[in-house]
């Protein structure tokens, strides 16, 4: 089966500029998750939905970050503005129950 | 709360030495343990979890991972390591009652030498 996508795999943005990254998760996975991953640590959840209904999104900066996902099947996650601080891998990953799928990421660099 | 504590940060190992890897875990409720790798520039890998049943979980390229209750540990353990070895760690607890939320640690980066 095929994995989960995402794009871009890189992006270098300036601080204060928007961005946003795409999740497509594998076929048929209700749950799906963001992570954010600073170099050096492990990956901290943002959010994650269950079908398109969000379940847990306490660790989400909402004045500045934000995702939907439609039809509860594709996911966006969208940051505007940027902070240097927001440099870091965006993990998406889906699954079935135990255990999570991961997309190779998208490494953001704000300058 | 759930929270994961690898105690290493970096592990430098000779090729065809064996390693152990150490992670300790806190949670309230029964948990879900798994170790993942991260080679770089890459995804996360599952390499094993534990989800029930035997203690001792046997994973892909070699590793396994003993779940000891009492003292709330995980540890990941290869008896020889290869070059390819080398990459980043992580280990995560997640339980039904969290939605399978999944808690990562701060990870341990293993080093295989030559």
């Known amino acids: 089966e095929a994995g989960v996508a995402q794009s871009p795999r890189y992006k270098i943005i300036e601080k204060r500029q928007s961005v946003a990254f795409w999740c497509n998760p594998i076929s048929g996975h209700a749950t799906l998750y963001w992570y954010q991953q600073i170099l050096g640590q492990g990956p901290k959840l943002l959010i994650q939905?269950?079908?398109?209904?969000?379940?847990?999104d306490s660790q989400l900066p909402k004045d500045r970050f934000s995702a939907e996902r439609l039809k509860g099947v594709d996911s966006t996650l969208k940051i505007q503005p940027a902070k240097l601080e927001d440099s870091a891998v965006y993990l998406c990953?889906?699954?079935?129950?135990?255990?999570?799928?991961f997309g190779p990421g998208t490494r953001l660099t704000v300058t | 709360a759930q929270s994961v504590t690898q105690l290493d940060s970096q592990v430098p190992v000779f090729e065809e030495a064996p390693v152990e890897l150490r992670c300790n875990y806190s949670s309230s409720v029964s948990v879900y343990l798994f170790w993942y790798v991260q080679y770089p520039n890459q995804g996360l890998q599952l390499l094993l979890k534990y989800l029930s049943g035997s203690t001792l979980v046997k994973g892909i390229n070699g590793f396994e991972a003993e779940f000891n209750k009492s003292q709330t540990s995980f540890h990941l353990r290869k008896p020889s390591v290869h070059i390819s070895d080398t990459a980043e760690y992580f280990c995560?607890?997640?339980?039904?009652?969290?939605?399978?939320?999944?808690?990562f640690g701060a990870g341990t980066r293993l080093f295989v030498k030559a």
């Open positions: 990953a889906t699954h079935p129950p135990y255990e999570q799928y």
């Open positions: 939905f269950q079908n398109n209904g969000v379940v847990d």
């Open positions: 995560a607890v997640s339980d039904r009652a969290g939605g399978f939320k999944t808690i």
